[in-house]
């Protein structure tokens, strides 16, 4: 957004946080791109409130306010709010700068980010601070385990223990955060949401959604020709995997019913693309599990454009996610490809994928549904076709970006 902003003669600034692991706190400012990027360098763990300083980093908000006294700006956007939302939209607001918010997650009303409990369950939203300051709490593996061992046993623990001081204290650190994120967030000028299902998600919990927009991002895909998906006849069905290896992302459920059809003698690979070093006991568990199955590879991790080569020797993308997701990347890469999506029946991922129109949904954490809709492209005689035909248009950065702008000005007039 920031280079195609300033390729298009606006000026732009980035202000954004480097490292959260390193003593003291410095910015250090670069020129990237031709773009200044502000960078933030500091301990989030320093201090008496480390659970504070994921959301009001008090030298964050200086920094910012530093900046922005410094040159004259007309707006303010954030993307996502993690780490920087509370603090930055203190300060816009204190002068009167009018402040863009681009939601991609559930920060503003979950502390983990993406509603995935601390013991891999997916959340329903934040419906009691009894229920999130336990899912914090159980991030600890000494509360952790027994949850995830006997859960009902914990049920019972629980609403005992959630009336003792130490988490009646943690309780009120929840519940201060959770009024103070909601107070940021809808004192937002404007809020862009990529998928229906995140203004919805907010709505459902009584935040101020009249101020919400839903703008799907657009991609940056090559400017020349629509990069060349690449048909293999005759070599089996080619599944790609791509984005995190992580435990809520699904790969696991995946790789079980990939095997589950390699062992019925199906003709068909799998192809795994990400950075294999975010969570490794979860890629090696994976690699155990499929060492003896030459047609699941794991290629790493790739950058940027080349996504498109990795794309062009797929015929099917999987996306398996246990989280609801808001609006994938690489499901509209792959559709920019033309190549139908496989994808949970959950959050923004269902809202894209129409069932049987672009791709097919599988029942969440369930793989052999997945194997099931996996081997119906297989068996199924003109699926696979028929899905290609009904992959819809993806929208271009340039298409978003111009709608941003519209937004941009009918905003500035408002305010001022």
């Known amino acids: 957004m920031a280079r195609w902003l300033a390729d298009h003669d606006h000026e732009v600034e980035v202000f954004t946080v480097e490292r959260l692991d390193e003593a003291g706190f410095r910015k250090e400012s670069t020129l990237q791109d031709g773009i200044l990027v502000h960078r933030l360098f500091y301990d989030v763990k320093a201090g008496d409130d480390p659970f504070r300083n994921l959301y009001d980093y008090p030298q964050v908000g200086e920094a910012f306010r530093e900046l922005v006294l410094s040159r004259p700006f007309d707006l303010v956007h954030i993307i996502s709010g993690y780490l920087l939302g509370k603090p930055v939209v203190d300060v816009a607001r204190e002068i009167s700068l009018p402040v863009v918010i681009t939601l991609t997650e559930f920060w503003f009303m979950c502390a983990r980010l993406n509603l995935i409990q601390a013991t891999d369950q997916l959340c329903s939203g934040p419906e009691r601070v009894e229920k999130c300051t336990r899912c914090l709490m159980e991030h600890k593996r000494r509360y952790r385990l027994p949850s995830q061992a006997t859960p009902r046993l914990m049920d019972l623990f629980w609403s005992v223990f959630e009336h003792t001081p130490a988490t009646s204290s943690m309780m009120l650190a929840v519940s201060a955060r959770q009024a103070a994120l909601r107070d940021t967030l809808d004192a937002v000028d404007l809020v862009i949401c990529p998928s229906h299902y995140l203004i919805g998600k907010f709505a459902e919990f009584g935040y101020k959604t009249n101020r919400y927009l839903f703008v799907r991002q657009g991609l940056a895909a090559p400017n020349t020709s629509k990069p060349y998906h690449r048909p293999v006849n005759g070599h089996g069905l080619r599944l790609g995997y791509v984005g995190q290896i992580k435990t809520h992302k699904g790969v ?164 001022r």
Not at 333 to 356: D, K, Q, R, S, W
Not at 376 to 399: F, H, S, Y
Request: proline share 5%; net charge negative; aromatic share 6%.
């Open 252 to 415: 696991d459920l995946l790789v079980d019913a990939v095997i589950a059809l390699l062992n019925e003698g199906e003709k068909i690979t799998l192809d795994i693309w990400g950075t294999e070093t975010e969570s490794p006991a979860y890629v090696a568990a994976l690699k155990r599990r499929s060492a003896h199955y030459p047609a699941i590879r794991w290629n790493g991790r790739y950058v940027g454009a080349e996504v498109w080569n990795v794309l062009a020797d797929v015929d099917v993308l999987v996306v398996p996610s246990r989280w609801y997701e808001n609006s994938p990347n690489s499901i509209l890469e792959a559709f920019h490809m033309g190549i139908p999506v496989v994808v949970t029946n959950l959050g923004g991922m269902a809202e894209l994928v129409g069932h049987e129109k672009s791709g097919l949904l599988f029942e969440l954490n369930n793989a052999g549904d997945l194997r099931r809709q996996i081997k119906r492209l297989i068996n199924e005689p003109g699926l696979l076709e028929r899905l290609r035909a009904g992959v819809p248009p993806v929208k271009t950065i340039d298409e978003e970006m111009e709608e941003i702008l519209g937004h941009y000005r009918q905003m500035l007039e408002r305010v």
